[in-house]
């Protein structure tokens, strides 16, 4: 099992829809979580940060953790095209010290 | 407020050549990792430094592979010589405590001939 895994892709949605990213981790003492925005040929760039059981929401993002389900997820609403991008989730896990754990992506496309 | 700074943004070696990539965190940052990424790969960590010390460099290759985080100046990542496998983005990213989200430098992309 990997330590930090995202649902398979890629996601194609239209525009305006709600794109929903997901991603698991295996550690339950896991304290913090980030999600990642990373376009073709750049560097990843964080979007969303939570620390507590619960919705989070900034603008159109917002991520969603339980902690019980060992589960985070990051919604997109009102997609826009320039949304796409591969989105990275990121854990930072009891197991791995004081570093992020990334998941391997999942690359959205949102077509006009 | 400069973000995360690395140099050079592309880097070209032949193999056996070496390869030293830089980065300077942000201002207020004292922690720094290094992670590498392969094409149509995820990002693999490889050391994490704070000022003179290396913290954890549990996924850096046991050969070759060098990184240093000095008082002055910017942390290194030293690539000794270098074969066709290293060619990857090399990213760094700084932060302001382990418990906050990365910062990330736009990377150098090492390329191995």
């Known amino acids: 099992q990997k330590e930090v895994e995202q649902n398979s892709g890629p996601l194609s949605v239209p525009e305006g829809a709600i794109a929903s990213l997901n991603c698991t981790y295996s550690?339950?003492?896991?304290?913090?979580f980030f999600w990642y925005r990373q376009y073709s040929g750049k560097s990843p760039e964080l979007i969303m940060s939570?620390?507590?059981?619960g919705d989070k929401e900034d603008g159109r993002f917002t991520a969603q953790l339980n902690k019980a389900s060992q589960y985070v997820s990051l919604l997109i609403r009102d997609s826009q095209p320039s949304d796409s991008a591969t989105y990275l989730c990121?854990?930072?896990?009891?197991?791995?010290?004081?570093?992020?754990?990334f998941g391997e992506g999942t690359q959205l496309t949102v077509n006009p | 407020n400069a973000g995360v700074m690395q140099n050079p943004r592309h880097l070209v070696r032949r193999r056996g050549q070496e390869a030293r990539l830089r980065c300077s965190p942000m201002?207020?940052?004292?922690?720094v990792y290094w992670y590498r990424q392969l094409p149509e790969e995820g990002l693999k960590f490889m050391v994490y430094?704070?000022?003179?010390?290396?913290?954890?460099e549990s996924g850096m290759p046991k050969e070759r592979f060098s990184a240093e985080f000095p008082k002055e100046g910017p942390s290194i990542l030293r690539i000794q010589q270098v074969v066709r496998g290293d060619s990857a983005a090399y990213f760094c990213?700084?932060?302001?405590?382990?418990?906050?989200?990365?910062?990330f430098g736009s990377g150098t992309r090492l390329t191995v001939v």
């Open positions: 939570i620390y507590s059981n």
């Open positions: 990213a700084s932060s302001p405590d382990w418990a906050y989200g990365y910062t």
């Open positions: 430094l704070q000022k003179e010390n290396i913290i954890d």
């Open positions: 990121a854990v930072n896990m009891e197991t791995s010290g004081s570093r992020l754990t």
């Open positions: 550690d339950r003492v896991s304290q913090s």
């Open positions: 201002k207020g940052h004292s922690h």
